[in-house]
């Protein structure tokens, strides 16, 4: 594989994807699409957390061609369970195969396996857990749910014969080889791994500048070329993992070889 060959952002996942909200509660300082909401002036730093309903009366439910990513521009909470419920079945009946990606709320996966069950073949759950520390998450990913309730969310989803998976990107600390134990018996495909990527310029828009740069600082460290190097060469062989698009041109750009 060479670097034009690699595929980035969401199609790295699903070749289309279906949003209905903007805005997103959980508002992670590293969010790329809240980034581009305040570029594009649909947001400010400070009410991206709004998450507003957007009318579904007008779009299209077709069936594609390939799975579709769900959502991909904000998260799936108790604020917007019933309508995500709502999208979900009007897509699922047209026959279409769901990635759900999400950071779950353990409430919001119990309603969907619940109401769902019959179309466990067309949906894949696809679970971001970037550290096993929540007070990490929190600092990163301030009102989004704990590890603890990532974890039983996964274990439920698992249980109940949902395909599950599991996306580390991005990692939020060096601790990886601890997540990797704790939740690769759940997971039935891939565990994918990133980077946060350009965490100073994208963490100061998010926040106005008002995150500690010291731990922007210590998220470069994690992730410094060597310390990626080293994660690739002791995973490379496992099958479970995957690597995201901000792994790879680390490692092409070493001229190390991408299997
Ligand atoms: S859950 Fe996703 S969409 Fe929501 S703030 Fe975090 S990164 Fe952005």
Request: some cysteine; overall charge positive; charged content about 30%.
């Amino acid at each position: 594989m060479n670097k034009n060959e690699i595929k980035f952002g969401t199609k790295e996942w699903a070749p289309y994807n279906f949003n209905y909200c903007n805005g997103c509660s959980n508002d992670c300082v590293y969010c790329y699409a809240k980034d581009m909401a305040i570029r594009f002036k649909r947001k400010r730093y400070d009410d991206w957390c709004e998450m507003e309903m957007l009318d579904i009366s007008k779009k299209a439910f077709t069936k594609k061609n390939g799975m579709i990513m769900i959502p991909s521009s904000h998260d799936i909470t108790p604020e917007n369970i019933e309508l995500t419920l709502e999208v979900f079945d009007k897509l699922l009946n047209k026959g279409t195969k769901l990635l759900v990606v999400t950071k779950p709320n353990f409430n919001c996966i119990k309603k969907i396996i619940d109401r769902f069950m019959k179309f466990k073949n067309n949906i894949t759950f696809r679970f971001t857990i970037g550290s096993v520390d929540t007070n990490i998450l929190k600092l990163w990913e301030p009102n989004a749910p704990s590890f603890d309730e990532r974890l039983n969310s996964l274990k439920f989803a698992f249980d109940n014969g949902f395909k599950t998976s599991v996306s580390c990107e991005p990692l939020l600390d060096n601790n990886f080889d601890k997540l990797y134990e704790l939740i690769k018996e759940f997971v039935t495909e891939k565990i994918w791994v990133g980077k946060m990527n350009s965490p100073m310029k994208r963490v100061c828009c998010n926040t106005n500048s008002l995150f500690p740069t010291n731990k922007i600082k210590e998220i470069i460290e994690f992730q410094s070329d060597d310390e990626i190097i080293k994660l690739y060469n002791k995973y490379n062989d496992n099958k479970k993992i995957e690597w995201k698009e901000s792994i790879k041109k680390v490692i092409l750009n070493h001229n190390i070889k991408l299997v």
